[in-house]
């Protein structure tokens, strides 16, 4: 399994029938779970909610229908976005069980266009700080070399796709599904990208 494939050919190989959601998901998550321990990138892995899309995904398929723009793409969401059932953290102890009622714009939206949830990424507490600090849920590894951080306080994002556990937004796509929000913390972006060589892009409040 290749893990630096990009969205375009992920599509095409969905579209050929050389490889379907289900297995894409499942070597993923299996991908995330071995290595994610040194890196500390995911809070929470939503390993049953990406089987479940996942499978919705490879129904879709063999109905014939046409693919959205991230059908089937394995992304996750940074911990201070709101996800409808799965908790949302905003990588501090105080919302350590907050789960949200109904899902961020940007979560239908890319939800809407195909993307499998496979995880919520980690980050500096409430966005605010451009470290890859975090003392309760582990301080996040740069995935090309674990001695330095990967920039904040979009760290867990960052570093959850250099780490080839998910795929980067690209910044065209990113915009013609949900348009980005700029926020005081809006720095994080840049940071982050800098600091684990990613072309990761933040669709959220927080960068």
């Known amino acids: 399994m290749r893990f630096d494939m990009t969205i375009k050919s992920l599509l095409d190989g969905y579209r050929t029938k050389t490889f379907l959601p289900e297995e894409i998901v499942r070597a993923y998550l299996a991908r995330i779970k071995a290595a994610d321990a040194n890196l500390r990138s995911i809070i929470t892995l939503t390993e049953e909610t990406a089987r479940c899309q996942a499978g919705i995904a490879g129904w879709r398929l063999a109905a014939g229908e046409d ?6 793409v394995p992304v996750t969401y940074k911990d201070n976005i709101d996800t409808r059932g799965i908790r949302t953290t905003n990588g ?3 919302d350590r069980d907050r789960v949200p009622r109904r899902n961020a714009a940007v979560v239908d939206r890319v939800g809407g266009a195909g993307a499998v949830t496979v995880g919520k990424a980690n980050l500096y507490e409430y966005a605010f700080g451009i470290t890859s600090d975090n ?3 582990g301080d996040v590894r740069n995935p090309w070399d674990a001695r330095f951080m990967a920039g904040g ?16 937004r690209r910044m065209r796509l990113c915009h013609r599904i949900a348009p980005t929000t700029g926020t005081p913390s809006s720095p994080s972006s840049s940071t982050t990208a800098r600091q684990s ?3 990761s892009s933040s669709a959220t409040a927080g960068g």
């Open 92 to 94: 501090s102890q105080i």
């Open 153 to 168: 306080s979009s760290s867990g994002s960052a570093a959850s796709v250099a780490a080839g556990f998910c795929w980067s």
């Open 197 to 199: 060589i990613t072309s």
């Open 135 to 137: 003392p309760f849920y």
């Open 67 to 72: 693919p959205g723009l991230l059908h089937g």
